[in-house]
């Protein structure tokens, strides 16, 4: 069978964005405002939904970049949820559809440019901004790691919409360009929550523990799956709940927020991720 090319306009997608997502699995305690769909926005570190067609039909598989995507079944039919990384270049962008018939599809859909502020951050302890050999040691094994993590995924959907995991100041510093004692670093790849040490951390939706870590940079974190590739990552933590295997439920406490790793004072670094890149949690979060 051939591949046909389908060419979207964001605003198509964005229509979808209070479709309810029925997924068979879902745990009774979870109410069905946790199964919407993320809000869409197509930029770098934001969210696109593709229509990846009907329902009844068995379910479709996904790439962006060569990476499996989430797919979930709706009640409008199957459709992708696609995080776009912090790196992605405006333009036209191509998902790859594979049918269980052995038909394939090309959807593309277009990125737009999204400004992100300069942050500037002055850490007291140099070496958490140059690292000597040692450090070093330890943060390419924390990489491998991390990326071990990001890698997983179970295919039951648990969620796909969270609850804030704890109480605090949030900063919208998603994606800001960072500057760490004036040297370039890696944008922000989360939310911050400022909160005093000790303050209660709460699975935003079920999940499974995927790591628990102490890591250079991260401090003490746990990475979360909610299935389909979907994860919430947790930093910085002065206390761990949770053991990795172990299975939690939305509420459930996992932890303490901290002051661990590099960071300027006591609060809860927390990301979202999709397709092993980190997108704006804001657009996952229940009001
Ligand atoms: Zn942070």
């Known amino acids: 069978m051939g591949i046909s090319v389908i060419r979207s306009l964001r605003f198509f997608s964005a229509t979808l964005l209070f479709c309810l997502a029925f997924v068979s699995t879902a745990s009774t305690e979870t109410k069905p405002d946790h199964f919407r769909l993320p809000s869409v926005q197509h930029t770098p570190g934001g969210v696109a939904i593709i229509d990846l067609g009907e329902a009844d039909a068995a379910t479709p598989t996904a790439t962006f970049n060569d990476i499996p995507v989430a797919v979930v079944k709706t009640n409008h039919g199957y459709r992708a949820l696609v995080g776009i990384p912090l790196s992605a270049k405006p333009g036209w962008h191509t998902l790859k559809i594979q049918y269980t018939d052995g038909a394939s599809a090309l959807h593309e859909f277009e990125i737009e440019s999204k400004d992100y502020p300069e942050q500037h951050i002055t850490i ?16 390419r094994k924390d990489r491998t790691s991390i990326a071990n993590a990001k890698r997983y995924r179970h295919k039951t959907t648990l969620g796909l919409r969270f609850d804030v995991p704890a109480e605090g100041i949030q900063s919208s510093s998603f994606g800001s360009r960072r500057f760490f004692n004036k040297q370039a670093r890696n944008p922000h790849g989360g939310m911050d929550i400022a909160a005093p040490e000790g303050t209660p951390i709460y699975a935003p939706a079920d999940g499974y523990v995927i790591e628990a870590a102490d890591y250079f940079f991260s401090g003490k974190c746990i990475f979360l799956g909610h299935g389909q590739g979907l994860q919430t990552f947790y930093a910085h933590m002065s206390k761990i709940d949770v053991q990795p295997g172990e299975t939690v439920k939305r509420g459930q406490k996992i932890g303490e927020v901290g002051a661990t790793g590099r960071v300027t004072g006591a609060h809860l670094h927390w990301s979202v991720g999709l397709n092993r890149t980190w997108v704006d949690p804001e657009l996952f979060l229940l009001e």
């Open 124 to 139: 007291q302890n140099k070496r958490q901004v140059n690292p000597n050999e040692t450090d070093m040691v330890r943060i």
